[in-house]
């Protein structure tokens, strides 16, 4: 079968010829439809993020798929059901986060993730999972279904947020998203249901067409160039919400001044090393007297799949057409693993049959 792989001391992917998985006892072999690439693609492509699986000179990269089981082989799941696979495996045999079924709590060193750290992902022709990690989606979702992973990263953050204000009445009317990124955009959209007004941040002139979705959608574009996140309270409003996906470390503390007292941020860009000043006094007095919350949070966990499913029948279908902007065969994975203009979602397409 076809992979996409990245060899070791290469940071460009290759198009391989590999053995079709054969699936264990527990395990069923599913044929791929599409793959979608995001920003830790790049990382992992260029050295920074994750590790290679043990013993070998290649990874499969890969880790947004949707796919169609081609053989159960004696697990519950249907003969042409469409799945997407959960990212997280256990290193060897289990712990007790998998245990639990809340592997995205795993501290590092206590899991692997298929297509990024220590374990093959799914940019290939076929792969094979057990049953427990594949996530049932209705066919309607064949060509969409790459969303469902990035989808569940914010259910799961947005169940956080709401989690640690669950002690008093709390209904956020605003939100503030940083990063008008596929994973900025997902998350706009699904908040469209959840709040009254949203602002959205991005760094780029009109016209553009994040910026269109972002207008589409209702919400305000600010860009960061005029309006700094630390002066959006005063030029617009403080916000309730605010959801991080620019990967930019001075977000994380201008967070604390966008938000209204009793607000919430939950930061999800993973930045490099960066030292910078900050008036820590003030910020952390700002969090003490306004009882504000800033979080982490990074990736999900089966239950966070199970909603990110509805999350995606709730989107419209013009968001869905308008994110996924450029589909690719895998013989042109160089290509589609290249950075281009006006490009949201970028989609590798193994097949649709
Ligand atoms: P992208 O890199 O595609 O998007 C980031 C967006 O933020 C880009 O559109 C970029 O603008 C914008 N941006 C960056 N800096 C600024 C700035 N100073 N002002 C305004 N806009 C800015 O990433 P994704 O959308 O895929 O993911 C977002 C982040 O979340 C990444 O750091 C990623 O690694 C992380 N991530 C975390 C997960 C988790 O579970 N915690 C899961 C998935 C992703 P431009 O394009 O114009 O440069």
């Given at each position: 079968?076809?992979?996409?792989?990245?060899?070791?001391?290469?940071?460009?992917?290759?198009?391989?010829?590999?053995?079709?998985?054969?699936?264990?006892?527990?395990?069923?072999?599913?044929?791929?439809?599409?793959?979608?690439?995001?920003?830790?693609?790049?990382?992992?492509?260029?050295?920074?993020?994750?590790?290679?699986?043990?013993?070998?000179?290649?990874?499969?990269?890969?880790?947004?798929?949707?796919?169609?089981?081609?053989?159960?082989?004696?697990?519950?799941?249907?003969?042409?059901?469409?799945?997407?696979?959960?990212?997280?495996?256990?290193?060897?045999?289990?712990?007790?986060?998998?245990?639990?079924?809340?592997?995205?709590?795993?501290?590092?060193?206590?899991?692997?993730?298929?297509?990024?750290?220590?374990?093959?992902?799914?940019?290939?022709?076929?792969?094979?999972?057990?049953?427990?990690?594949?996530?049932?989606?209705?066919?309607?979702?064949?060509?969409?279904?790459?969303?469902v992973?990035?989808m569940s990263?914010?259910v799961?953050?947005?169940?956080?947020?709401?989690?640690?204000?669950?002690?008093?009445?709390?209904?956020?009317?605003?939100?503030?998203?940083?990063?008008?990124?596929?994973?900025?955009?997902?998350?706009?959209?699904?908040?469209?249901?959840?709040?009254?007004?949203?602002?959205?941040?991005?760094?780029?002139?009109?016209?553009?067409?994040?910026?269109?979705?972002?207008?589409?959608?209702?919400?305000?574009?600010?860009?960061?160039?005029?309006?700094?996140?630390?002066?959006?309270?005063?030029?617009?409003?403080?916000?309730?919400?605010?959801?991080?996906?620019?990967?930019?470390?001075?977000?994380?503390?201008?967070?604390?001044?966008?938000?209204?007292?009793?607000?919430?941020?939950?930061?999800?860009?993973?930045?490099?090393?960066?030292?910078?000043?900050?008036?820590?006094?003030?910020?952390?007095?700002?969090?003490?007297?306004?009882?504000?919350?800033?979080?982490?949070?990074?990736?999900?966990?089966?239950?966070h799949f199970e909603s990110a499913k509805e999350s995606l029948?709730?989107?419209?279908?013009?968001?869905?057409?308008?994110?996924?902007?450029?589909?690719?065969?895998?013989?042109?994975?160089?290509?589609?693993?290249?950075?281009?203009?006006?490009?949201?979602?970028?989609?590798?397409?193994?097949?649709?049959?």
């Amino acid at each position: 079968m076809k992979a996409i792989v990245v060899e070791r001391g290469e940071n460009t992917p290759s198009l391989i010829e590999t053995p079709v998985p054969e699936p264990a006892d527990g395990e069923a072999l599913v044929r791929t439809l599409r793959v979608g690439i995001d920003g830790t693609d790049f990382e992992v492509l260029n050295g920074n993020h994750g590790g290679f699986p043990a013993g070998d000179d290649h990874q499969i990269i890969g880790h947004e798929a949707v796919g169609v089981v081609e053989d159960p082989n004696g697990t519950g799941l249907e003969n042409g059901q469409l799945v997407v696979p959960t990212v997280r495996r256990p290193p060897e045999g289990s712990n007790e986060y998998f245990e639990r079924g809340e592997p995205d709590m795993a501290p590092p060193g206590t899991y692997l993730e298929r297509g990024i750290d220590g374990a093959h992902g799914f940019m290939s022709e076929y792969f094979t999972s057990p049953e427990e990690y594949l996530v049932t989606i209705p066919d309607e979702f064949a060509e969409t279904g790459i969303l469902v992973e990035p989808m569940s990263n914010t259910v799961k953050a947005l169940e956080h947020a709401f989690a640690s204000r669950s002690m008093f009445d709390w209904s956020p009317e605003t939100a503030l998203v940083l990063g008008n990124g596929p994973l900025g955009l997902l998350t706009l959209a699904m908040l469209d249901q959840t709040v009254e007004r949203s602002y959205c941040l991005g760094r780029r002139d009109r016209p553009d067409p994040t910026i269109d979705i972002i207008d589409e959608l209702g919400a305000t574009y600010v860009d960061s160039r005029e309006t700094p996140v630390s002066e959006i309270a005063d030029v617009h409003e403080p916000v309730d919400f605010v959801y991080e996906a620019t990967g930019y470390a001075k977000h994380a503390f201008e967070t604390v001044e966008a938000l209204a007292p009793n607000g919430v941020g939950v930061l999800l860009g993973i930045p490099e090393d960066w030292t910078f000043d900050i008036d820590g006094g003030r910020l952390h007095r700002e969090i003490v007297l306004e009882n504000k919350v800033i979080l982490g949070s990074v990736n999900s966990h089966l239950r966070h799949f199970e909603s990110a499913k509805e999350s995606l029948a709730r989107v419209p279908d013009w968001f869905t057409d308008d994110i996924i902007t450029d589909v690719f065969s895998p013989i042109n994975a160089e290509q589609a693993l290249s950075s281009g203009n006006n490009r949201i979602k970028t989609v590798i397409e193994f097949d649709t049959r």
